[in-house]
């Protein structure tokens, strides 16, 4: 189970690793994977994929609790995830009852502190 009630771990994506997931996913929007492009929206450059913070929540989720199987997840995008800064992946214990655990999931910017993507996930075990 969750050491502490709270995991994280902090990840710096790249240009490359966005370009990778848009590969993988089948997902090439330009918001993704074109610099020049995204340089003339609102966000002023490339975006993470959802799917990819939500793979990499996914991934600390494993790691903390082993063989769980994900049952619901919920998230929402406020801000964006841009490439090239320190983001910090948080997973903590909201409640556990039985063999089902509901967890609150996190992705903050460490720069500022601005919440990237959050919700919430139930694991069965």
């Known amino acids: 189970m969750i050491q502490n009630q709270k995991a994280s771990i ?47 929540l996914r991934g600390l989720i494993d790691q903390q609790i082993p063989g769980g199987r994900l049952s619901e997840t919920s998230l929402m995008f406020p801000a964006p995830t841009f490439t090239d800064e320190s983001m910090q992946f948080t997973i903590a214990l909201i409640k556990s009852k039985n063999n089902e655990i509901e967890l609150d999931l996190q992705v903050k910017r460490l720069a500022d502190d601005v919440i990237t993507c959050q919700g919430n996930a139930r694991v069965m075990t």
């Open 10 to 56: 902090t990840k710096v994506f790249s240009q490359a690793d966005f370009d990778s997931f848009a590969l993988l996913s089948g997902d090439d929007n330009p918001i993704h994977t074109d610099p020049v492009f995204s340089a003339n929206t609102r966000f002023g450059r490339t975006v993470a994929h959802g799917l990819l913070l939500c793979s990499v």
